[in-house]
């Protein structure tokens, strides 16, 4: 593989040091040239968007995407290099939050708590044998994900990737999304990118950036452990009214969030607000949480 070939292909790839995709459609031992020839043979597969290579041994391990347009999780190890092929669209689940773990959701996705690792069935959006939390390591280089602006007024592009990035959470009933807000997350953080002057679109036609909100935000009402919190009006107990709001362990301030295995996922299934007290027809609770970016 002469000079200007490797060139090729490290154009069409950029390399993470230190993180590895599970569950890979196959694998090779590759002669000395490794690095361009697993490249090479990524490019043979239609839906192959990064490859895993172990540089000690010149092993490569080929990653496509899903039927769901994502690939499979990502561990932190020291020992792989993961390189990702350049303007592929995809979406990187970067969280997955499980109902009734007993573990913040807040706390597992801004790194102040690191929950145990997940099980493969973590990648599915089915209430399945998964047990905890889900946190792809790459959260933890948020900010070199986003897009930044260079000094002559052009777009420059980390890694040499990325003509936008879309943040979305999403929620999950059976397998099914029932609710999801897409955000802008240029120049955002892992906290504010989720944020109402960044919203780009909704499930709800009424969260918009517009909207007046009296908590939108992942830290939420923190003394009542309300997070990943999108609101419009407190009275009392009994009127609370938003969007969605995860009741994260383990304070409770109302009898409507006093509800065992924490954390639960609640949300309005109608196109609107709800009221979270218990017996609201509209009130929605989800099987699964998820944060993706979409990489494009």
Partial sequence: ????????????????????????????????????????RCLQYQNCYSVNIRGDDRFCEINTLGPSGYGDLVDANGTWTLFIRTYVPHNELMFRATPGVGLSVKDSWLGNIIPPTAQDTCISMKNTSCSTHYRNPRVDIWESLSISQSENGHES?????????????????????????????????????????????????????????????????????RSFFVNTHYHNCSVDTGYMVVVDPPTACCPWENVPNKPQFFYSA???????????????????????????
């Fill in 270 to 296: 109608a196109d609107g607000t709800v009221t979270y007290q218990s017996g609201s027809t509209d009130l929605g609770t989800a099987e699964v949480m998820a944060v993706f970016v979409n990489i494009s």
């Fill in 157 to 225: 592009q980390p890694f040499g990737i990325l003509k936008r990035h879309i943040v979305t959470l999403e929620l999950y009933q059976h397998g099914s999304k029932v609710a999801f807000i897409a955000f802008d997350g240029k120049d955002s953080t892992i906290e504010n990118w989720f944020n109402s002057y960044r919203i780009l679109n909704s499930s709800w036609s009424n969260v918009t950036p517009s909207t007046i909100y009296n908590y939108f935000s992942i830290k939420g009402h923190y003394e009542c452990s």
């Fill in 1 to 40: 593989m002469n000079t200007a070939e490797e060139s090729i292909y490290a154009s069409l790839f950029y390399g993470l040091a230190g993180y590895r995709v599970r569950n890979s459609l196959t694998s090779f031992t590759l002669s000395d040239s490794y690095f361009s020839e697993c490249c090479m």
